[in-house]
């Protein structure tokens, strides 16, 4: 029996080292890059958006062309989710989305190309109604980046897509038209996280705010959130519950430039 455990200890150990071998990881010349997405929140029941591709725009390093209107500088993403069309409000909180991954030679990614198709719509109230996507947003709306990649490396680059900024009203017309806001940064850059307390306060928002630009999120079923891709600075806090709690501020939070900073966890109370 001893024997026949010794075994599978080692048969474990053997398909551990096999899962991490040279296959699963990047050359050393070339970076491998995880394409997710993330939401900011909407005042709608579901915003659903048709991805149809992922585009990337680098410079090998010691290069610098200059020039992102030539097609042949950017590289496709292969899409791996399960369906090319994204309801937003899904990726809000800790959640997100992976689009694709994909090595690149060590360099510089200088902008991505979110490419979307026309059948984008959202649902309030049980009720559809389509959302007008603009040609120049069907053709790929460019998202500056300018981050630098080394060789043998694994980057997470989040591209953060702010429903509520994306869609406007077409006067009186009633129609809903999407016109995308969005950025993207390296998982490393710097951020805040944290848990809002009890989860009947819920549904509960979360800004981060300083210098009058506002950053937002949703906390999960468990309270958790996190911002990312915030500039190092000092932040207010803000946390937006329902009808029945009062909202709380925390002040002068700091953010470090490469760091997440971990806020103390906020317990809300009954009005």
């Given at each position: 029996m001893k024997?026949?455990?010794?075994?599978?200890?080692?048969?474990?150990?053997?398909?551990?080292?096999?899962?991490?071998?040279?296959?699963?990881?990047?050359?050393?010349?070339?970076?491998?890059?995880?394409?997710?997405?993330?939401?900011?929140?909407?005042?709608?029941?579901?915003?659903?958006?048709?991805?149809?591709?992922?585009k990337v725009?680098?410079?090998?390093?010691?290069?610098?062309?200059?020039?992102?209107?030539?097609?042949?500088?950017?590289?496709?993403?292969?899409?791996?989710?399960?369906?090319?069309y994204v309801n937003l409000l899904d990726l809000t909180g800790n959640n997100s989305l992976l689009l694709g991954t994909e090595d690149f030679p060590e360099g510089?990614?200088?902008?991505?190309?979110?490419?979307?198709?026309?059948?984008?719509y959202v649902v309030m109230n049980g009720k559809r109604s389509e959302l007008t996507t603009p040609s120049a947003e069907q053709s790929g709306l460019k998202i500056k980046v300018n981050q630098v990649i080394e060789g043998g490396m694994f980057y997470d680059l989040i591209i953060d897509f702010d429903a509520a900024k994306s869609i406007v009203s077409a006067g009186n017309s009633g129609k809903l038209i999407l016109k995308p806001v969005l950025r993207a940064y390296l998982e490393e850059a710097s951020g805040v996280t944290g848990q809002v307390l009890p989860v009947a306060a819920q549904v509960i928002?979360?800004?981060?705010?300083?210098?009058?630009?506002?950053?937002?999120?949703?906390?999960?079923?468990?309270?958790?959130?996190?911002?990312?891709?915030?500039?190092?600075?000092?932040?207010?806090?803000?946390?937006?519950?329902?009808?029945?709690?009062?909202?709380?501020?925390?002040?002068a939070v700091v953010v470090v430039k490469g760091k997440i900073t971990t806020v103390p966890p906020v317990t809300l109370t009954l009005k």
């Open positions: 024997g026949f455990i010794s075994y599978l200890m080692l048969m474990a150990v053997m398909l551990v080292g096999f899962s991490c071998s040279d296959d699963d990881a990047p050359s050393s010349a070339d970076a491998r890059i995880n394409f997710y997405m993330v939401d900011a929140p909407a005042n709608y029941d579901e915003v659903w958006i048709e991805v149809e591709s992922i725009n680098v410079d090998k390093k010691g290069e610098d062309s200059g020039n992102d209107s030539d097609e042949s500088g950017w590289v496709e993403i292969p899409f791996q989710a399960n369906s090319k510089k990614i200088n902008q991505i190309r979110l490419i979307l198709g026309d059948d984008n928002k979360v800004t981060a705010a300083r210098s009058g630009e506002e950053f937002n999120t949703f906390a999960d079923v468990t309270g958790n959130y996190k911002i990312q891709g915030l500039a190092d600075g000092i932040y207010a806090l803000k946390f937006t519950p329902n009808e029945l709690y009062k909202p709380s501020t925390v002040a």
